[in-house]
């Protein structure tokens, strides 16, 4: 057998089971045994390709990907590859096709078919409309795909098979792609404006200094040209474009506008393709070299490009950029500068709420910073007015969770004809319920967490684990009444309804997008204006961009800030103006009317006066303050175990060992707020790391107190996992 090529896939025996493997290395033949001395050798069953399906830059990407991120290399190819590539179960999809049977080289020939079907007038028929949409002797006749001959025609099979088996028209099966093609046409793109001009010259020159550009342009500024724009110059020297967003399913409208200025040089990878669709675009990219444009969530990392010339990272203060569970827990913007780096590629952030990070690395001149603080054609940016809703209860002047001040707007706007934007960060009916009499909530029975009611399914779901149950009628423990606690977008959807009842009402949420189209028909729908209020969780808040919306109401901001998480303000922050950003994008100026308890916290003035820069000095006092990120690097361990006596002593030895190493850097064992989920037990434990100091040799230490801790009886079965800068 030949030396299979690194990045090849190979057949090997594992235990009684044969799999796929990728061939990661090659040892030199019989030099250092002390390498291979200790491992059980085994042979390669078969190589399944004479060429490599993984490039040697993502093999290093990967490497990277593990050591910094602690985890295996196997884990990092489990989300690198589409799972149907590695197991080698791709299969190509193949159409019927129909064309004439060979033995017509001329038009002439057919006068005595048609002369013979003169009885037959459904097969004189098809056979027609199957001449016309072959074009059969017009230049080199087209293959006519079944389906669409019997749709036009609206004949059945059994005509078809009829002139099949008269051989006057042949079938065959051909292989056809999955990728959709975006071969519409192609519009020429939107002149820049002078302020968009001015960031694509600072941007090339901060490119040509080699360094990250962090485009930070108010919402509605036209980040989206000034990407084209760049995209457009790479795509002419031929290079390719990695454009990273939030979550795909999210950007309908980004596609669309995408596709009209690219056409067949965009693809997309979708997170809601299928598996099979994921193999072709990874192999037409690992294939064919052309210029292109790949529009991409996270894991667009992971394609083989073999000439990137520059990545996006749009709304790159986006949370989603992280991936949380499973390994590899990477962040695509970390992840993209180093890819880009090894590509000698150029890395170009943009959003109009930089993360404290990033703008912190623009401060310090690591990034070049560009900015665009005008709204596209001189819009004024939102209004934002702010609701006192412990006044408003006091005054009894609220209609269930809507201030008297924010119904009066609402009527207002609908009566000139505009569209609204409501805005509640909570799906599902109530958060939780309890009995009236006895005070008994339902809980989770897998996770400690009260079930929320959804009441469009008359059910009782957990939003961790999944388990629903149907809402019994009464508590089951005293036969009671339920009351419901807390407010989602369903009891939002209610009420919206009793206080505007001429109004069309759509929510979009998780639960009301589940299928796979059903985001864009909401997000058509509201743009064709034939829904009036929108009624959403943070779905709404992401790049969406509608002409007639003129107000966006927030009824609870406070609930964002309570977390307890040193990211909250910077997270309210972000989604407050985000959302509000969606107002008054044409037209005249929008509005903003937030609700709050506590309508003096400072963060509101910084939105009000929609200044970022103050607010971000703020959260940098802080930051240093409390010894967060920019200044300290963090790592959360995760402990679970199912046997909480074994999750505890592991816990307590661990931290007591990484304390004795790190000091005061590693924290106590932590409860987390939700401390168990899917029957495992949870502990944390945090670990601070100046910035300046060697954060390779911390984790290498780290890592030592982790295995050895997992090596004790005692705390056997403990599942440890580091989360490297955690989101
Ligand atoms: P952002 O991403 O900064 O929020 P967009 O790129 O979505 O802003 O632009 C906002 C709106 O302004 C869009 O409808 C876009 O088509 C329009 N726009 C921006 N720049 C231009 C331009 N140079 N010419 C025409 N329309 C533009
Ligand atoms: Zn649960």
């Not at 390669?44 to 290399?73: G, H, K, M, N």
């Not at 342009?217 to 110059?233: N, Q």
């Not at 998480?565 to 989604?575: K, L, T, V």
């Not at 911390?698 to 989101?727: E, F």
Request: include cysteine; charge should be neutral.
């Amino acid at each position: 057998m030949e030396c299979p090529k690194v990045g090849t896939r190979v057949l090997v025996p594992l235990a009684r089971k044969t799999i796929t493997g990728l061939v990661y290395r090659i040892h030199p033949e019989n030099t250092d045994d002390s390498v291979t001395a200790d491992l059980k050798l085994r042979d390669i069953i078969e190589v399944l390709d004479a060429q490599p399906v993984v490039l040697p830059s993502q093999l290093s990407l990967w490497r990277w990907i593990a050591d910094y991120y602690l985890c295996t290399i196997g884990e990092v190819m489990a989300a690198a590859l589409p799972a149907r590539l590695l197991d080698n179960d791709y299969t190509e999809r193949t159409e019927v096709y129909i064309s004439l049977h060979p033995r017509f080289t001329d038009i002439e020939q057919l006068q005595p078919v048609f002369d013979s079907l003169k009885r037959a007038p459904k097969q004189q028929r098809l056979l027609e409309y199957f001449l016309e949409l072959s074009d059969a002797f017009d230049g080199t006749p087209h293959l006519v795909e079944q389906r669409q001959l019997i749709e036009h025609s609206g004949e059945s099979t059994a005509v078809l098979r009829t002139l099949i088996e008269k051989q006057i028209l042949v079938a065959s099966h051909e292989v056809v792609s999955r990728i959709p093609s975006y071969d519409t046409d192609i519009e020429p793109a939107h002149p820049l404006t002078e302020q968009q001009q001015r960031a694509v010259s600072e941007i090339h020159a901060g490119f040509a200094q080699n360094k990250v550009c962090l485009l930070h342009g108010v919402t509605s500024s036209g980040k989206t040209e000034v990407y084209i724009h760049l995209i457009r110059e790479q795509l002419e020297q031929g290079r390719q474009v990695l454009y990273l967003v939030p979550e795909i399913a999210l950007t309908t409208q980004l596609t669309d506008r995408l596709k009209h200025v690219f056409g067949k040089q965009l693809g997309v990878y979708h997170s809601r393709f299928s598996d099979m669709e994921r193999v072709e675009i990874y192999k037409d990219l690992l294939n064919s070299h052309e210029p292109k444009v790949i529009l991409s969530a996270r894991s667009g990392v992971f394609l083989p490009f073999s000439r990137l010339g520059l990545i996006i990272v749009d709304e790159e203060h986006d949370s989603s950029f992280k991936q949380q569970d499973p390994a590899p827990r990477y962040h695509a913007r970390s992840v993209a500068a180093v890819m880009a780096h090894a590509a000698q590629a150029n890395v170009l952030l943009g959003t109009a709420t930089p993360a404290i990070e990033t703008y912190h690395n623009a401060q310090t001149g690591k990034y070049h910073l560009v900015e665009m603080m005008e709204r596209y054609a001189g819009m004024s940016l939102p209004h934002i007015s702010l609701v006192d809703l412990k006044r408003q209860y006091h005054r009894k002047e609220m209609y269930e969770h809507f201030a008297d001040p924010l119904v009066e707007r609402i009527n207002a706007q609908l009566a000139d004809g505009k569209q609204i934007i409501i805005f509640q960060n909570r799906r599902g009916y109530a958060p939780y319920i309890g009995c009236r009499k006895c005070g008994y909530v339902p809980k989770c029975c897998n996770c400690d967490v009260s079930l929320t009611y959804h009441k469009r399914t008359n059910t009782l779901v957990c939003h961790y684990c999944g388990y629903a149950v149907t809402a019994p009628q009464v508590c089951p423990t005293c036969g009671g009444e339920w009351r419901d606690f807390g407010v989602g977008t369903e009891k939002i959807e209610d009420e919206v309804n009793g206080l505007f009842p001429t109004a069309r009402v759509a929510r979009m949420d998780l639960d009301t997008t589940r299928n796979k189209n059903s985001h864009q028909r909401i997000i058509n729908a509201f743009a064709r204006h034939e829904v009036d209020i929108l009624i959403g969780t943070q779905m709404v808040t992401k790049g969406l961009h509608f002409n007639d919306v003129s107000l966006v109401a927030v009824l609870n901001a406070d609930s964002m800030m309570q977390t307890p998480d040193f990211r909250s303000s910077e997270r309210a922050f972000q989604m407050l103006e985000q959302v509000a950003g969606r107002a008054g994008r044409a037209g005249s100026q929008g509005e903003v009317v937030i609700q709050s308890f506590q309508p003096d916290n400072p963060l509101y003035a910084y939105l009000q006066k929609h200044d970022y820069a103050a607010f971000y000095a703020e959260q940098l006092r802080e930051r240093k303050a409390f010894r967060f990120p920019p200044y300290y690097r963090l790592i959360i361990l995760t402990l679970k175990h199912r046997d909480y006596t074994r999750l505890d002593t592991a816990a307590r030895e661990l931290s007591e060992r990484l304390r004795k190493a790190f000091g005061t850097r590693c924290s106590d064992v932590i409860v987390p707020p939700i401390a168990r989920v899917q029957n495992m037990h949870i502990r944390t434990i945090r670990l601070r790391i100046e910035t300046d100091a060697s954060f390779a040799q911390a984790k290498t230490i780290m890592m030592q107190q982790v295995r050895y801790v997992q090596s004790l009886p005692n705390c056997k079965g403990t599942i440890i996992q580091p989360d490297v800068d955690p989101m």
